[in-house]
């Protein structure tokens, strides 16, 4: 007879035993689900899952998230199937932010949702799309800001807040709207929790990584051409680099007491990613394709500021003028629909 309990060969964890064992098993500094913020918005809680593993599945099963497999990471429309995507460097970031925090005695749901998130607000073509947005941005910041040091210039991160927010609106906890927001080097003051500091170490050891390895792919660096003092620090690039990366971030945030990265090996990172702007990030090349995209971006911008009733109703917000909306709109399409509807709108006016 079935007893409810087949021989004890699994468990009924609820969440609350599960956030009581948080506090036996985590480090001190670590961020406890029991002890949240909570969210903007009171909701009752799962009865299985903590607050932070709920965040990290909405983001998951978001449309913001699904739209990263068809945004660019370095290399624009590639040709090929092994290229990095937007997607695909998030993946990359949540596994090295688990490695990490696991290793400490962090919040592993919780550094997964903001790692998982950290990329939302990405415009198409990658960095470029920033630089692309930021003009109209300007025209708008009093009332786009979602964040009280959000920059004059457009930027992915805050906007990604902005995303969760307002666009689909997701209802996540103050801990991952935190760390999504803070999670570029750029933003003061810096997350607010360890776990959004692993994401900031994370992101950087997962996108030095891979863009090297897609550079060597793409033809761009040679194989043996990155330079010998970052193959001396790290290893070869690739695998040793983010086994090299993450135990300095490990062995030097436990001397610490706070996640951090020795400075002598932080130096080295940083060298390490001026190298990869000249030789790859801004070489002639990427410049040029940068053109183009940042004219597709502004021309799209300018078509649905000129044609409101063409945004889509969920990003015509109560508060926002035809420009912000228009911003809204095209920051979240993927690269190939961008590119897309470039071409349906400009291809008559004689552009190509």
Known sequence: MNDGNAGGLLQRRTREQRERDEFERLAPLATKAAASQGREH???????????????????????FRRLKHKTQVFLNPDGDHFVTRMTHTLQVAQVGRSIAAALGLNEPLTEA?????DLGHSPFGHTGEEALSPYFRQVVGSSSTLPNAAPEWQHAIHGVRVVRLLEPLNLTLEVLDGIGQSSWKNDPPPATPEGWVCRYADRIAYLAHDVEDAIRAGVLLPDGVPDRFVTAFGEP???????????VIEAS?????????????????????????????????RAQAVNAIRVIQDLVEWFR????????????????????????????????AMRLHDELYRPAGLY
């Open 306 to 337: 000129d044609h409101p009733e063409d945004v889509p109703e969920a990003y015509r917000l109560p508060g926002s003028d035809a420009t912000q909306a228009a911003i809204d709109h095209v920051a979240g399409m993927s690269d190939k629909y």
């Open 254 to 286: 436990v001397a610490a007491g706070e996640v951090t990265m020795d400075p002598e090996r932080f130096a080295v990172m940083d060298e390490l990613r001026d190298w990869m702007f000249e030789h790859v990030y801004l070489r002639d090349e990427a």
């Open 238 to 248: 690739g695998r040793d680099w983010i086994a090299s990366m993450v135990t300095a």
């Open 42 to 64: 009171d909701e009752p809680d799962d009865p299985f899952r903590t607050c932070f593993e709920r965040d990290r599945d909405r983001i998951l099963h978001s449309k913001a």
């Open 114 to 118: 903001i790692c998982l998130g950290h």
